[in-house]
């Protein structure tokens, strides 16, 4: 049975969907193309009508799960996306929470594509940021940026740390509470 052209875009959409989820949870290599391919309830052979590779797919899917993060960030002031984002909810989120923090430790080792849809990501982020933060007519060029890239870093990290440690561990708790006093503070005294 044929399928028309915008149910076959639709069915490409829903498996970048499914499969940006599963990635971030289990990252790009704790799945195979046959297990995204069930889990978005298609067939593995469908695989290649839709994508080129898996690292096709891996570079479509986080390039739409950056965007789904810029998108939720934007409604946010910076002290927000702090709250938000170095929190125990974002922690324990794995396949609905940030990109950045569930995967870029494995972009590190994939193709040029996948960094590539990383470090675009990570600029519109930063960007973004940048255009919240309050800067004085003195200010020095780029502080905005600066500031956004040390915030972004810490709260990455802040997440990518917590995660290693136990689910119930007191310093995964730890590591939230101090990362998010810390960035908090240095928005206070950067004013």
Excluded at 118 to 144: C, H, N, S, V, W
Excluded at 160 to 184: K, N, Y
């Amino acid at each position: 049975m044929r399928v028309s052209k915008a149910q076959a875009q639709a069915n490409r959409e829903h498996i970048v969907q499914t499969a940006s989820a599963i990635f971030r949870e289990r990252g790009f290599d704790g799945v195979g193309v046959a297990d995204l391919m069930a889990a978005a309830g298609f067939t593995h052979g469908g695989f290649y009508k839709h994508f080129g590779s898996k690292a096709d797919l891996m570079a479509e899917a986080s390039a739409n799960s950056l965007t789904q993060s810029l998108i939720s960030a934007e409604a946010l002031s910076i002290q927000d996306f702090i709250d938000v984002y170095v929190s125990r909810d974002h922690r324990d989120g794995r396949a609905t929470g940030c990109t950045m923090a569930a995967l870029c430790g494995d972009a590190a080792r994939q193709s040029g594509d996948l960094k590539s849809a990383f470090a675009e990501g990570i600029e519109r982020m930063l960007q973004m940021l940048g255009e919240k933060y309050p800067t004085g007519p003195d200010a020095p060029a780029g502080e905005a940026r600066e500031k956004m890239i040390d915030l972004l870093a810490r709260a990455v990290g802040a997440i990518v740390l917590s995660r290693a440690c136990p689910d119930d561990s007191a310093l995964a708790d730890e590591i939230l509470a101090v990362c998010h006093a810390e960035m908090t503070a240095s928005l206070s005294t950067s004013k």
